[in-house]
């Protein structure tokens, strides 16, 4: 009997009277599957964090800019997104270090210490992601074509001396 309900299903489109396909795995259901809100971007984390504070906007802000010198947001990967993240996450926590110092004018070995592992971990997440060569927007004259730097034998365009 189970082989006649399976053919007669397979005959009417496949699906049993339970709705069930008839040979597991042969028919593709369209099951919408919801996205958590960080997935599909609409929140930076799981909980709701609000970020009014003046080190969540700088937070929001770089994760912006850094996913938008990787070529946007619907252009990177999952991957990509963490790494922008972290590197965001570190940006802010040098930057309050750097704030320290100014205030205080002096440093211990220890904060000297994990300054320097601090920025050497946001280096090698930038070099990974590509974001460590990006250079702000140059004049087209500024952009040197090889052919032309080594046709004058490997020197660079005339400039003018600021005085």
């Known amino acids: 009997m189970l082989k006649i309900d399976a053919a007669m299903a397979i005959a009417q489109g496949g699906i049993c009277k339970h709705g069930t396909s008839a040979l597991h795995g042969t028919l593709k259901q369209n099951v919408r599957r919801n996205r958590s809100a960080v997935s599909s971007g609409r929140r930076l984390f799981a909980d709701r964090v609000p970020a009014s504070s003046p080190r969540g906007r700088r937070f929001v802000d770089l994760v912006n800019r850094y996913s938008e010198d990787c070529g946007g947001v619907d252009s990177i990967s999952e991957t990509t997104r963490n790494h922008i993240r972290r590197i965001a996450f570190l ?54 074509d090889p052919l032309a730097y080594a046709e004058r034998g490997g020197s660079r365009l005339h400039r003018e001396r600021l005085e």
Request: aromatic residues 6%; charged residues 35%; contains cysteine.
């Open 91 to 144: 940006q802010c926590v040098l930057e309050d270090a750097e704030a320290e110092y100014v205030k205080t004018g002096s440093t211990t070995l220890d904060e000297r210490l994990e300054y320097q592992r601090l920025s050497n971990t946001q280096s090698r997440l930038m070099k990974k992601i590509g974001l460590f060569n990006a250079s702000p927007d140059r004049d087209d004259d500024e952009h040197d």
